[in-house]
Every structure is written in C-alpha cells, then in structure tokens.
C-alpha cells in the first residue's frame, strides 16, 4: 500500500523536530530520579540516540521503498513478520493513546479543570481524525511553523523567567549513585528520542533527495534535542528539586513569567502552544496506526480504518492508565525497558540480519 501524497525532506525534518518538542512539557518522569543533574541525563541520551538514528537511516537507505513493517516481512518471513507487525501495531496505537491522554490531563489541569475529559477526548479525537483522513501531507504540512511558534515560546519563556533562575539549584554535580543516571538515561532515551522509530513507517512517502534523508533526521533532532534540553535546564534552574513534585514541569514554569499587569496570565499562551504541538504528536501517531493497521488487513487505502481507529483510541486513551501518577509509575519503571527492546534491539537485529541474507541484494539478482 503506497501513500499518494508525497512529503518533502524538509517537511520530514521539521516533523521530527515537532514530534520531539511536543515532549518537552513531559520532563517530569525523570526528575525525581536524577534530581540537579536532569540535563545531564538529557545530554547523555542525546549521545546514546545516535547510533540509534543510525540504524533507522541504514534501514532507509537499504529499503527505501518499505516502510517499518514491510521491511519486517522482507526480512523475517511472512509468519514472524506479522507477528512483529501485531506488536508494533500495539506499540503505536499505546503511543497515541498516551498522548492523547496526556493531551487531556493538561488540559483538565491546567485551562479546562470544569470541562468533562470525555469531551476533550471526543474533540481532539475528531480533529485529528479529520488531519489523518487527509493523509501524511496534511498532518506535517505546518510542522515547519510549529517549530518556528514553539522555538519563539522557549526563548521568550527562556528570557523572562531568568529572574526566577538559581545557578546553585544545579549543584552538587555528579553525586549521585550511577544507577541513577543509567535508569534515567533510558527513560530519556526511550520516551521521547526513541520513539522517533515511528518515522520509519513513512520514510517511503518523502521525496528523494540528493544524498538521502541522513541530515534531515538528524537536524531534526537536533533542533527538537536542543529545545528538550533547554526545557530542562531551565526548569530545572528554576524549579530546583521541586521539579519532581509537579506532572508538567515546563508549564510551572512558565506560570511564573509575568511581563505586565495585563499579560498576567501568559501561561495560557504558551498552554495553547503546548496543544498545539501534541495535536501534531497525535495526528502523527494517529496514521501511523492506522497506516500500520491497514497494512496487516492489506487495505487498498487507510482512510476506511480511521473512524473505527478513532472510536478505539477514545476507549483506549480512557483506561491507559488510571491517573497521572499511575501514568509516571509505569513511565519509569516498565515503559522504557519494553520500548527500548521495539525502537532500539528488533531494529538492530533486522539490520544485521539483512546484512548476513544479503537483503535486498539477494532478491533483485
């Protein structure tokens, strides 16, 4: 099944950035485990995700006409390539039911405390239904502008909670156990860097381009690794260790700018940005689902699946998990090692495999 629509490499990059920054206002999973030294757990799973990256290239480079879950059928076999395919399908339609939840809980938290979760679900459902009916040109076309509007918030939030920054709350350095860094570094690297694996599913809808999609992945995540890391940094200067007590660190934060009489209440701007690039995050993940979902039942198109995936995700999205500290709970203690083992370890073991069958090679001769 080919999408029609095709991508640029430059819409691919900006959408990765998007994908990325829509996770900086969930920095709070690893806070209580790494405390002062969360940017530092930052920048080590920035390291750590490269390699990673590079395998998601070599796979595109290798088949650049399949996407994840072909690439598994090539590979595997029919039986074992469906059977990895039904765990993916499961790993992205979780993906988006979390965000989706996350997306509602923000919401009732922060600007519609009174307003039903039912009816945040159901609208936001609907219209990133409506951007997934359209196809992958339509959910990323504007992924360029969300990163220009989010990169504007950070620096003008950066700015103006200077005043509220301490430089001591990044002190002792380095005093904590190791075990500490290691388990926070693969939340970090699982939730949110690794899930850029997901990208993989339409890596054949982009345009070709003159020396490949390598630059473009990795400035995307560049630009999306350094705007979570500045999140980081700076709630963390503001916030200190108290970082650990709040669901939504960035937007704490944030609720201390205050810049005049009149825009006291500046943090609902910086909230609808914060809507806005989780609506990119759930429409992305919401057709990748049903792209994914449509592949396995070997539909000639998705878009008859989107309804149906719609109402699924709503029903999933209410009983993910039971409350935002049962959502923390498995966000550090279960999620990364099962996500470390689907975006990192079954890419690399299908990569080497390829290799020693001599895919595709084998198969054109």
């Known amino acids: 099944m080919k999408e029609e629509n095709k991508i640029t490499a430059s819409q691919f990059m900006f959408s990765v950035a998007c994908f990325l920054q829509a996770s900086s206002l969930l920095t709070g999973f690893f806070g209580p485990i790494t405390m002062q030294d969360s940017w530092l757990t930052v920048c080590f799973a920035l390291l750590l995700v490269t390699p990673v990256c590079l395998i998601y290239l070599k796979l595109m480079q290798t088949f650049p006409e399949l996407n994840l879950l072909e690439i598994y059928d090539r590979v595997y076999g029919p039986v074992l390539g469906k059977m990895l395919a039904w765990f993916y399908i499961w790993f992205f339609y979780t993906l988006t039911a979390i965000n989706l939840r996350d997306v509602q809980d923000f919401l009732n938290l922060t600007i519609m405390v009174e307003t039903p979760r039912v009816v945040l679900l159901v609208?936001?459902?609907?219209?990133?239904?409506?951007?997934?009916?359209?196809?992958?040109?339509?959910?990323?076309?504007?992924?360029?502008?969300?990163?220009?509007?989010?990169?504007?918030?950070?620096?003008?939030?950066?700015?103006?909670?200077?005043?509220?920054?301490?430089?001591?709350?990044?002190?002792?350095?380095?005093?904590?156990?190791?075990?500490?860094?290691?388990?926070?570094?693969?939340?970090?690297?699982?939730?949110?860097?690794?899930?850029?694996?997901?990208?993989?599913?339409?890596?054949?809808?982009?345009?070709?381009?003159?020396?490949?999609?390598?630059?473009?992945?990795?400035?995307?995540?560049?630009?999306?690794?350094?705007?979570?890391?500045?999140?980081?940094?700076?709630?963390?200067?503001?916030?200190?260790?108290?970082?650990?007590?709040?669901?939504?660190?960035?937007?704490?934060?944030?609720?201390?700018?205050?810049?005049?009489?009149?825009?006291?209440?500046?943090?609902?701007?910086?909230?609808?940005?914060?809507?806005?690039?989780?609506?990119?995050?759930?429409?992305?993940?919401?057709?990748?689902?049903?792209?994914?979902?449509?592949?396995?039942?070997?539909?000639?198109?998705?878009?008859?699946?989107?309804?149906?995936?719609?109402?699924?995700?709503?029903?999933?999205?209410?009983?993910?998990?039971?409350?935002?500290?049962?959502?923390?709970?498995?966000?550090?203690?279960t999620t990364p090692q099962l996500w470390l083992l689907l975006e990192a370890i079954i890419p690399f073991l299908t990569l080497m495999l390829a290799k020693l069958r001599k895919l595709p090679q084998r198969e054109e001769r």
Request: charged share 10%; net charge positive; proline share 2%.
């Open 123 to 333: 609208v936001f459902i609907f219209l990133c239904a409506y951007a997934v009916y359209n196809g992958v040109k339509v959910v990323t076309q504007y992924s360029s502008l969300f990163v220009f509007i989010f990169m504007i918030v950070l620096v003008i939030g950066t700015i103006f909670t200077i005043n509220h920054m301490n430089m001591e709350n990044f002190l002792p350095v380095l005093t904590l156990p190791a075990r500490n860094y290691l388990h926070a570094t693969n939340i970090v690297l699982t939730i949110p860097f690794g899930e850029l694996v997901v990208f993989l599913m339409i890596a054949p809808s982009v345009q070709k381009v003159n020396g490949g999609l390598g630059k473009y992945l990795f400035s995307g995540l560049a630009m999306g690794g350094f705007a979570y890391l500045v999140a980081v940094f700076r709630d963390t200067s503001v916030l200190g260790n108290t970082i650990a007590l709040f669901a939504f660190p960035s937007f704490e934060t944030l609720r201390m700018v205050n810049l005049f009489q009149a825009l006291s209440r500046l943090e609902i701007l910086f909230a609808l940005v914060f809507i806005i690039l989780l609506f990119f995050k759930v429409s992305f993940l919401f057709y990748v689902s049903v792209k994914a979902l449509a592949y396995v039942f070997a539909f000639k198109s998705y878009r008859s699946l989107v309804m149906l995936s719609g109402a699924l995700l709503f029903t999933y999205a209410l009983f993910v998990y039971i409350s935002t500290v049962d959502h923390a709970i498995y966000a550090t203690e």
